[in-house]
Each structure stands twice: as structure tokens, then as C-alpha cells.
């Protein structure tokens, strides 16, 4: 077994994460674990190099451990299997990973027993199978470091000799939140987090900005960035594309070259930078709409906007209400738009949604009404109104109009999805102009 102990070149450690769960390479539960732990190991400085998920099959946990201990890494981080079924075989597994063995913890035995005996009470379930299942999850490893359980099953972590140190984690995300803290605590994980640098990071996000922009940017100045150490990521995401920074806190030129590299992207793309600290714009709209109250008409985005805005808590402070006028007569019945502005120019048009905005607005009593209507298919378009052609308005009592009409590329979820980026923006744009 190999295994790297002295943290990477750059002062950090590196850390491998492995998922467990039959029920996760099926597609049927989507796994939140992961992601969840790689981002809080980021956070603290730690690189992640791998994030494997496996299933609940004991071959697959084995070489799982041996090809994250052969990149490397410092701490491998395991999330899954430690309930009281048969598959649940993540302790044994690091058992013998360590070249240990389980043994059983009487007196954690009893503390997991006094849990279950609550949960039983509750439920009418008693028996030998109860008490089967207890000392199931109260055998560890001999050495290792017992997590006290945020549900039954207890968390783990350990040395291994020449190689990783192991946090064996439950697979229930609110179980796993529950335990982080106490596992990052832990004496054989805090002697690998002793060893690494945080990073320092710079989030930009820009709207409506292609890649082909961005990436030629980082063509013009990236080899001086790449000689300083700081890795640059990008990714489109719906309407947004993000750009993040990173590097090691202290590295010679590190700062410098981040610093010369937004100041470029600023330079260049500046009209489309929405935010420098990575900010969402759902946060940015819901700090920006204070003292204001906003009335909604949706068409193809059927309530997804209203849905966007209202998810957020408090926003019932600047959320007035939405319309979701489908069809033409409730354009006309509800939101006042008049039938013949609709048979001269069609329901998808600049004039219609100009309309829906001002009707939203004055029959619910807000400052700004915001309106959406669009083709978004996969029928209905035209060679003059293709599938993706959305018009958006926004207007305000002051009389500031704002109107779009892209056409928006992907399958009808996408169109919809990136239709509520768009009038997210467009309210940023009307509130900071």
C-alpha cells in the first residue's frame, strides 16, 4: 500500500472521497454527499483528487481504498455503509484496509441501544433483530476513533500505517452534517488538516458572456497565471458562466498573476461581470428588491420565476404575487393585456410582454412587474418565432422599461430554466441602473 503523508508540493494535503450505495449507480437517489464533502475539504485547504462512487458490494469498497491510497492522498474521506444490513460493509472493509480487525465496543454498544430503544418505543418494534442490529453497528476497528452517532451507526477514523488516514462517515447527508465537525476533529484527521494552507480564492460571474470569450482571455494571459500556481475553472452554467480562482495562500507571484487576470477579465468583459465574490444573482436580486414589491406574468416558465424569487426566505417582504396567463384569455382576463394587441402581433411578442408586465404590476399593486412569454417547445415554432424565442419585459412605476427577446438554445427545460436566468438579470439590471 502507498500512501502520501507530507502533504503536496504546494503545502496542502490531498484527499480522496468515497461514496457508497448500491441504490446511487442506479440513478434512483441522486448523491449529495460528495459533492458536500469535497466542498468543505476546499474550504480548509485540502486538495481533492478523486470523488469514486461505489456500490454496496464489498470488492468494489476494497479497490475503491486502493486506488485513492495509490494517488496519493493524505486522508480519504468515505461516506455509506454503516447501518445494520448485510451490505452495509464499510467498517469491515476499512478494517482490513488497515490491516486491523473489528472487535465489538461494548460500552458503545450500550449508547447506540439506548438510541434505538427510543426509536423502538415509538415505533412498537422490539426483539433480538433490534439488538442483532445494535452490535452489528458497535463493532469498529481496533485502534480507531470512535465518532459518536448523529443516528445509529457510529463514524469512524484512523491511521493507517504507510498510508491515508481514513474518516469513515454515515451515508444519510443530515446524519453526515451532523458528524463533521466532530470527524474533522478527530485526532487522526486533525493531524493531516495541521498540515495543509487554506486557499485563497476569486469567484466572478458573468452573464450572457460565450465561452469562446473567456477562453480567449485566458489564452492572452493564462501561461503567466499557470507559471504562478493559480488554477483557473470555468463553467456555463444555464445563463452564467462562472470563473473561479484558486491558489495557496502565501505563494510566491500567486496573488499577483490572480489579480492581473480579473483585472483583465474586468477590463475586457466588464459589462458582463455580475459579480466578483461569487454572489449569486438570486441573492444579489433578493438584497436588491428591499422596499420594493415585485408582481409576476408568466407564460412558458409557468411559475418557475415565482418559484425562483419565493424560495428564498423573507420574500414575502417584496413578492407580491404572480399570474401564470397561459393561455390568451387569461392574458386578457387576468392581466388586462388588450385581445387585439395579442391578434395584431401574436401572444409571444415584445408587445404582449410588455403589456403583461404593466398589467402584473398595476393589478397587484407593485412597483415593478416583470413578465416571460416565449415558445418553448419542442412545438410551435416558426421560421419567425423558432422554438427558444422568449420575450421578456420588466417595468417599473417610474416608468423604466427593460425588454429582451433572445432566442435561447436547448430542449424545452432549458429554455424554460434559462428564461428565469434572463428576467433574474433583467430585475438586476432595472434595480442597479
Not at 452489528?136 to 459518536?148: C, D, I, M, N, T
Not at 408582481?295 to 418557475?304: D, F, P
Request: net charge negative; aromatic share 4%; proline share 5%.
Amino acid at each position: 500500500m502507498t500512501g502520501k503523508l507530507d502533504g503536496d508540493a504546494a503545502g496542502g494535503a490531498r484527499a480522496g472521497i468515497l461514496v457508497t450505495g448500491s441504490e446511487l449507480l442506479t440513478g434512483q437517489v441522486h448523491d449529495r454527499n460528495g459533492p458536500w464533502v469535497a466542498e468543505r475539504l476546499g474550504a480548509l485547504g485540502v486538495e481533492v483528487a478523486d470523488v469514486l462512487l461505489v456500490g454496496d458490494r464489498r470488492a468494489d469498497l476494497q479497490a475503491g481504498l486502493r486506488f485513492l491510497a495509490e494517488q496519493r492522498v493524505d486522508l480519504i474521506v468515505t461516506s455509506g455503509g454503516l447501518g445494520p444490513t448485510a451490505d452495509d460493509v464499510t467498517a469491515e472493509v476499512v478494517a482490513d484496509f488497515a490491516g486491523t480487525r473489528l472487535e465489538l465496543d461494548v460500552e458503545l454498544e450500550s449508547r447506540i441501544a439506548a438510541i434505538v430503544a427510543r426509536w423502538a418505543a415509538r415505533a412498537g418494534f422490539a426483539g433480538d433483530s433490534l439488538a442483532a442490529a445494535t452490535r452489528k453497528q458497535a463493532r469498529v476497528p481496533v485502534g480507531a476513533h470512535v465518532l459518536e452517532p448523529s443516528g445509529t451507526a457510529p463514524g469512524l477514523a484512523l491511521r493507517v500505517s504507510d498510508g491515508p488516514t481514513v474518516l469513515v462517515l454515515p451515508g444519510p447527508p443530515g446524519e453526515l452534517h451532523r458528524m463533521w465537525d466532530a470527524g474533522l476533529a478527530a485526532p487522526p484527521v486533525a493531524e493531516v488538516l495541521a498540515r495543509t494552507r487554506p486557499f485563497e480564492e476569486v469567484h466572478l460571474r458573468l452573464f450572457w458572456l460565450p465561452e469562446s470569450e473567456i477562453a480567449q482571455t485566458l489564452r492572452d494571459v493564462g501561461p503567466e497565471v499557470e507559471e504562478s500556481g493559480v488554477e483557473v475553472t470555468t463553467c456555463l452554467r444555464r445563463s452564467e458562466l462562472e470563473v473561479d480562482l484558486r491558489y495557496r495562500a502565501g505563494a510566491p507571484g500567486a496573488a499577483a498573476a490572480a489579480g492581473t487576470l480579473v483585472a483583465e477579465i474586468e477590463r475586457r468583459h466588464g459589462h458582463h461581470l455580475v459579480s466578483r465574490d461569487g454572489e449569486s444573482t438570486d441573492a444579489q436580486v433578493a438584497r436588491l428588491l428591499a422596499g420594493h414589491r415585485i408582481g409576476l406574468a408568466e407564460s412558458c416558465t409557468g411559475g418557475l420565476l415565482a418559484g425562483r424569487l419565493t424560495a428564498r426566505a423573507g420574500s414575502s417582504a417584496y413578492v407580491v404575487g404572480g399570474v401564470v396567463a397561459y393561455a390568451n384569455e387569461a392574458k386578457v382576463g387576468l392581466l388586462g393585456v388588450p385581445a387585439e394587441l395579442i391578434e395584431a402581433h401574436g401572444a409571444v411578442s415584445p408587445e404582449v410582454a410588455r403589456a403583461m408586465a404593466d398589467g402584473a404590476r398595476e393589478r397587484l399593486g407593485a412597483d415593478i412587474g416583470v413578465a416571460i412569454t416565449g415558445v418553448a417547445g419542442p412545438g410551435g415554432g416558426t421560421e419567425a418565432k423558432p422554438v427558444g424565442y422568449v420575450c421578456f419585459c420588466v417595468t417599473t412605476a417610474a416608468g423604466v422599461v427593460k425588454a429582451m427577446d433572445p432566442v435561447i438554445p436547448g430542449e424545452r427545460a432549458d429554455v424554460r430554466e434559462r428564461s428565469t436566468d434572463i428576467a433574474l438579470h433583467l430585475i438586476r439590471q432595472v434595480l442597479t441602473s
